[in-house]
């Protein structure tokens, strides 16, 4: 198994064959902010509240889905990436309900990190709950986006049940053939799985 040294943070850290930056970073005990990040799932960089800097890179890199290459270095604790971090946490707050489902979502525990008070920015109007199906309730007040339920659905579950548009923002989630959630039909399995979102 081959193995790829790089500076991280000031140090030389050594990546795994097919680790990611944040992999590396889990294993040497760095703490990088993630949401939609999940072992298991297929890494996206939605959220972007991983993003570290590169050198010689102009632009910032998720590092949950961004892996090393010999001799690159990367700062996740510089200050263009801790301001763009925490920014992306903030905008993240003010786009989930303000009731907490749970007392440490991962949103939360992020912000409490990165010391974020109350977001500067006006929330989000927030869509509506659909309980149309007796097994599925679709209740997106605390999505961020990141689309983690959709990729536990489609790589755990294997089973497609959810999907979004293409063409509009997430405001809601469709089932994959694109019909009203009650003439959908779930297998118990799939009902009983609830993928739990890292917002609120």
């Known amino acids: 198994m081959s193995s790829v ?3 991280l943070n000031g140090i030389t850290v050594e990546a795994l064959q ?4 944040l992999q590396v970073a889990q294993r040497y005990g760095i703490e990088i902010p993630r949401l939609c990040h999940k072992e298991g799932l297929r890494p ?3 959220c972007r509240a ?3 800097e590169i050198n010689g890179e102009r632009a910032l890199a998720s590092s949950c889905s961004r ?3 010999r001799g690159m270095v990367v700062e996740s604790s510089s200050e263009r990436a801790q301001q763009a971090q925490r920014m992306v946490l903030e905008l993240l707050a003010s786009d989930v309900a303000e009731a907490a489902y749970r007392p440490n979502s991962e949103l939360d525990h992020w912000s409490r990190k990165m010391e974020l008070g109350t977001p500067r920015f006006p929330p989000r109007q927030q869509p509506p709950v659909d309980n149309s199906h007796p097994a599925i309730a679709v209740n997106l007040d605390a ?3 990141c689309s ?3 990729r536990a659905c489609r790589e755990e579950q294997v089973n497609d049940v959810i999907a979004t548009p293409i063409v509009v923002p997430l405001q809601r989630l469709f089932s994959i053939l694109m019909m009203p959630w009650d003439r959908v039909v779930v297998s118990p399995a799939a009902s ?3 993928p739990v979102p890292p917002g609120r």
């Open 44 to 46: 996206e960089g939605n």
């Open 148 to 150: 983690r339920c959709l």
């Open 5 to 7: 040294q790089f500076t």
């Open 18 to 21: 097919d680790e990611t930056i």
């Open 67 to 69: 892996k090393p290459t």
């Open 50 to 52: 991983c993003v570290v």
């Open 143 to 145: 999505c961020i986006q």
């Open 192 to 194: 009983a799985f609830k």
